[in-house]
């Protein structure tokens, strides 16, 4: 959706629009932006984003300020002219070489001590101000994992940057220097693309750090010293519970999908029914039955009637739109409902 905050692109779009992205107008921006961060409304709009799963990018970004307070709300991307103007594609792709080199290299950075490139597996983050703790824990999880550690805030940060799409976990300690741990995990838990990692806050029995982990968005507390058997169980949990979730809706999805033509199968077909919304309204409803499929079924095959099915599914699916329902209802019927068709001409 372009120009989120103006217009017609308002939040009661939301719900009626299968949305993927939200880009914010540039306007918008430059007015929250200006405002002290407790008095505007950008981090309510981004909270809103990860609860609705969206992306967020902010357009006409022109200044280092503007391009901090976009970064600390958790917005995923940024364009404007704090960046370049508008230029040839030539020297686009000059400027992109220039920044290349350090950009990959801050991008490949490693955590201390943590393994080559080479090796391979989920990644778990280690962040803990105490080497003798990190080593404990690494020589324990090898085996398990592929280890990356940090001994501060700032190497934290860049271990989830350079690892945001293979970690499977973060093990970190809420007395990290610099900054507290908890502003860590805040960003950790602000990024679209680590938001879900669970992340298990290591520190001492104090009922008080506990309760703010916990609250930003921490799966578990390690009270220590504890056993790398006992963080082990609690990391292995976590990420079971992270994880049960999606194979949950793929089993759901498996369950009522038609195996031959992937659409709907009865199942499938009832449930969509069922959530159809008064927005959706008027549509139009299709019963389409395959004539003579027994016949050939009996004379050319089985495989040649199920090529039929599947090359009839094709069709229906290049006539309608991904909002659209389409079912197979029985070996040779199939449904359809079409959404918000106008007329009985448009359908």
């Known amino acids: 959706m372009d120009d989120f905050g103006s217009g017609y692109s308002s939040l009661n779009m939301l719900n009626q629009m299968p949305i993927d992205i939200l880009k914010l107008d540039m306007k918008f921006i430059q007015s929250e932006t200006a405002k002290p961060m407790n008095q505007g409304v950008l981090r309510f709009i981004m909270e809103l984003a990860r609860w609705m799963r969206l992306g967020v990018v902010a357009e006409g970004v022109e200044t280092k300020a503007q391009l901090e307070r976009l970064r600390e709300t958790g917005c995923d991307y940024v364009q404007g002219y704090y960046f370049a103007k508008p230029m040839p594609a030539a020297e686009f792709g000059k400027m992109l070489e220039e920044q290349a080199s350090p950009a990959l290299e801050s991008q490949r950075m490693k955590g201390e001590g943590g393994p080559g490139e080479e090796d391979k597996g989920p990644v778990?983050?280690?962040?803990?101000?105490?080497?003798?703790?990190?080593?404990?824990?690494?020589?324990?999880?090898?085996?398990?994992?592929?280890?990356?550690?940090?001994?501060?805030?700032?190497?934290a940060l860049k271990c989830i940057e350079a690892y945001a799409h293979e970690l499977e976990a973060a093990v970190l300690s809420i007395t990290l220097p610099k900054e507290a741990g908890d502003a860590v995990l805040r960003t950790v838990k602000r990024d679209r693309r680590t938001w879900n990692i669970p992340v298990i806050v290591t520190g001492k029995p104090d009922m008080e750090l506990e309760q703010n982990a916990l609250e930003s968005g921490a799966a578990d507390y390690a009270v220590k010293p504890h056993t790398p058997e006992s963080l082990l169980r609690r990391i292995d949990h976590a990420v079971k519970l992270v994880s049960f979730p999606e194979k949950e809706r793929?089993?759901?999805?498996k369950a009522q999908q038609d195996p031959l033509t992937s659409v709907l199968n009865r199942r499938g077909w009832e449930d969509a029914l069922n959530s159809l919304q008064k927005e959706d309204a008027p549509f139009a409803?299709?019963?389409?039955?395959?004539d003579n499929l027994k016949q050939i079924n009996d004379t050319l095959g089985h495989m040649e009637g199920d090529r039929l099915i599947r090359e009839f599914s094709k069709v229906l699916r290049a006539h309608t739109r991904e909002t659209d329902i389409i079912a197979r209802f029985g070996g040779d019927e199939f449904m359809a409902v079409m959404k918000k068709m106008k007329s009985g001409q448009a359908a």
């Open 124 to 155: 778990l983050l280690i962040a803990d101000e105490d080497p003798e703790y990190r080593d404990r824990m690494r020589e324990a999880f090898s085996g398990y994992y592929r280890i990356v550690e940090a001994k501060d805030d700032t190497s």
């Open 250 to 253: 793929a089993l759901k999805e």
């Open 285 to 290: 409803f299709y019963l389409f039955d395959l």
